[in-house]
Structure formats: C-alpha cells, structure tokens
C-alpha cells in the first residue's frame, strides 16, 4: 500500500510531461533557513506541483520524552521551535500541570505569560524579518532582531542562558526574577514601539513587498479550518481562533486583550497579522509588569512536585529526604494512570502536548502537536499556480521551524 | 451544544453499549470501538459543530497498567466557534492495526496519519499518499513502539555510505 517517492513526484495526470522540469530546492538552501526539502514541478516558472519531503532534523525527540522525566524533558523540548523556546517549555509544563492537577502559584502565571508574550515577538520578529529577508528587503531583518537580541538579554538576565533557557519546572520557575530584571523588561516594552514603527513604514507601505507578497498563497477560511491550521496562519484567514481567549490559561483570563485578525488569507495578511500581535503582546506585557503579585514563585515545597531550596536540602532532615525522593530515578513523582491532553497558544499557532501517564515519573507517552509540522502539509496546496519565486514568500509567511516540524 | 447534549446524540446514533465517556481534569473523552470512528467521527463533525481536527495520534500501550488493547488512536476535536473540545479515542490490536482514514473529513488528517503510520504501522485505510514522512522510506521498523529499544537495533548499518563521487 504505500507510495514510493517516484510516484509522487511523477506529474500530474492530464499534463504533458514533455517541458515540465524538476527542480530539487533543498535540504541545504538559503532561503529553507533550516533543513527541508521540496521538490517542484514547473512549468517554465510556474509550479504546477510541489512534494515536501521532510525528516532530515529528525531526532526522536518523542522517544526522548518516554525516558527522561518531566523536568528533565524541559531540555529537549526547548529545542523544538528555538525560535521562541520559552513558548514550548510553557505548553510542556502546562499539560504536565494539567495531568498532575497543579494550581500555579499568582506570581508564577504572570511570569509565565510575560515569557509567553516575549516569545511571541521574538518569534514574529524572526518571522517577519525573515520573510522580508527573502523578498530582498535586508533592512528590516536587522531591525528586528536587535529587538531579538534584548529579549534574548532577558532570556539571560532571567535564567542565566540566552538560546536555551530551560526557564520552567514543574511547578513553577527555575528561580525568581530580580528588579532589575523587571526595570528591563519596562525598558524593552517602553523602547519596542519606536524599531517597530521603523520596520512597519519600511514594509507596511512598500511597493515591492506588497506585489511580492498579495494574492500569494491564498488559504481561504474554510480551508484553514478543514486543514487544521492555527495561530497567524488560520487567523489570516479569518478564523477567530485563540486557545488564549477560547481555553484560557495562566494569567490570561484576567488581561484585555485582542485577537488579530485579517480576512485574505494570503502571506501579506499573515505578516499583518504578526506585526499587529506584536503590539498586542506589548500590551499584555505592559498590563502583566504593572500587577506582578508578589510571592513566592513555586508551588508550596508541602506538594511534594518541587525541588526544596538549597538551605533546607543541607540543613533540615525533610529537605533532604525530598530532594531524594524527586531525584531518584525510581521514585520522582506520583501521576495518575491517566492521559491528557493540554494545548497553549504559541506564536505559531496551536502547541499541545498529549501526555500519557503511567504512575512514574516519566511520561509514559508525549506527543507534542507541532504546529509547523501541520502548516507545512499546507504547503503544496498554497503555491500551486504560483511562480518559484514564490515558493520563499510562501514559506517565509508560514515560518517553518524544521526542528519543530522533525523533532 | 453541550458536552450531555454531545453524549446523548451519540448514545442516540450508536447505542449506549459504544459510547463509553470519561473524563480526566478538563479534558472530555469518548471511548468507541474502531469499527465506529468513521461514523462518530462524521457525526461530530456535521451534528455537533466539532469542525477543527487539532490532534490525531497513538500510543503502544504493550507495557501500560492494566490496559487490554495495544495501540491506542486519539482524535482531538475542537469547535472553532465556541472552543469546546473533545478527545475521541479508540483501540486498534496486533496483527494489522488498521484503521478508516479521516482525510476526506479533515484534510489536516494527511500528515498526522502518515506519522501515526510512521512511527506505529498503523494503516490508514482511504489515505491517498500513506508513505513515511519522518524516517527515510527504506526504513522497516516502527521507532515509536514500545518494543523497539530507545537506542535502535542498529539500523544505520543497513544504509549504504555514499562517498561524495557516487551521490
């Protein structure tokens, strides 16, 4: 029953085969920004055909996940979008908190969506750059990351580590954040509006863009919601769909806040759609640094789901004795033998992890629901009829993560 | 609709005997034998407003507590209007793991079938382009089972090395 690749790539019927040509982009090209490959069937400069062919990141991160504990997993699921790598260790950490029945604690949900609204502009400044980097607009990509590179500061400031913080545990964060860490996040939020105007009169307004970019890669709404997609992509689209709004998680049903929409469904839109959340996020930022609880960051060490603290590891009989019992591979944490499944609104779209639980300490299943896996399988279906000059414009707006889209 | 009102177009439809629900934190769950996943599956979708496949995937459950089954399939549906969702699960067993393909409802079931197949050798009955997507297509085992060791069998052997002249 199943194909072989060259039954795939053959072209499709009713089509004289005499002047198509293929022609193999990828793994290795520049405008790919990771490692994945299509090949096209043209029509002198038309695609009349385009078969993805992925794998080439594959690591077996799911596996992984089925022999490393909760916290441990954290590491790993980091480098799935490393894009926004904050974002995945919020999805992760929700659905564990969600099998294992955690309550956060006040001060650990608005840090949390602080991080969440932070890695969704370092996301869509990637995105966005990168997608204007590939129509030949170089200026705007170097605007942007400079916003990319003082959240990687905080990233720093906060966690001790840029690319990948491995911020979260189960239960809460890896340590709390300082004043000055918060004097920074005020600046960053205060000093964004300014670099962000700058790229959106660069691009907004400009002529070249728009003619690269408008009526490119059409997906009309009903095929956004048939195909699954999500986030910015579906939201382009028309579909007013927000796991924030709609399964609301962390601090999020306390803040005001809009979900962005566009009704064309064609890459301009969804890079509209990016650059306006930007400032939403901005906003929930601004709301969420404002009536940051105080408190402790942690659920309580009673719970038995968190690592006590240094002090009372070598000073008290209990600290030790709970610090063992968490970091012995044969005993870690009581879950449920029961399944779950938790999803986060990431700043490509939907993330949720599937966690099938078996009373240890490691999850019996982990299935990670990648958005970039399900907005490439879009792919074929958008640049069809298009030029190949379009297959970057295409890709570009639909940001693909091959880390994300192999794990 | 209601999540009862759900349940009782679906006991109505099916029979109760099919219909086991259960729930775990938030998550609304049906159990249905395999036999039924096309026509629930349908029947959500059409009667019930679920119009959104979010998630489509399986465990091996070879060495689960207590479980009878061997591979369990998810379906995570959602209503994109109103944001209520609901998890359709089913049991498929050793020999031939098989399944209906739920492509024609949701054209987003395509590559989630193709890494369920991938990774478990459950065969989508209907999929139009059932091939591996994450390992290479030379490959002959199911890495996601819970048979295959973490470390593999030692596949990499099986692959020929191509020197630079010969690619």
Redesign the interface.
Known sequence: MPLQLADVIAPPEGIDQEYLWTLNFGPQHPATHTTLRLILTLDGETVVKAVPDIGYLHSGFEKLGEHLDYNQYVTIVDRMNYVSPVANEIAWFHSVETLLGIELTPRCKYLRTIFAELMRIHDHCLSCGAAALDLGALTAFFYLFVEREKIYDLSEAASGQRFHPSYLRLGGLLRDVDDHWVDMVRSFVKNFPKNYGDVARLLNRNRIFIERTRGIGILPKDEAINTSSSGPVARASGVVRDVRRDNPYLAYPELDFKVVCATTGDCYSRYLVRMEEMLESIKIIEQCIERLPPGPVNVDVDSKVVLPNQTSVYRSIEGLIQHFELIMSNRRWQTPVDEVYAATEAPNGELGFYIVGDGSGVAYRARTRPPSFIHFALFPRLIVGHQISDVVAVLGSLNIIAAELDR | MTHDEVLKLLRDRFGADAITPSQ????QRVTIPAEYVLAVLETLKRDAGF?????L?A??YLH???ARDRFGV?Y?LAN?I??M?L?VKTWVNDPDPTLPSVYAL???????ER?V?D?YGI?FEGHP?????????EYTAF??RKDYP?RGKGERHNFAVITRAES
Do not use: I, Q
């Not at chain 2, 775990?24 to 998550?27: E, V």
């Open positions: 775990f934190r938030d998550n119009d959104f496949l979010s998630d995937s465990a091996d689960y507590p207590n998810w995570v994109t109103t944001g969702r998890v949701w054209n987003g079931a395509d590559w989630m890494e197949y990774m065969v382009d059932l091939r591996r997507v994450l390992m290479p297509d890495p996601l973490m």
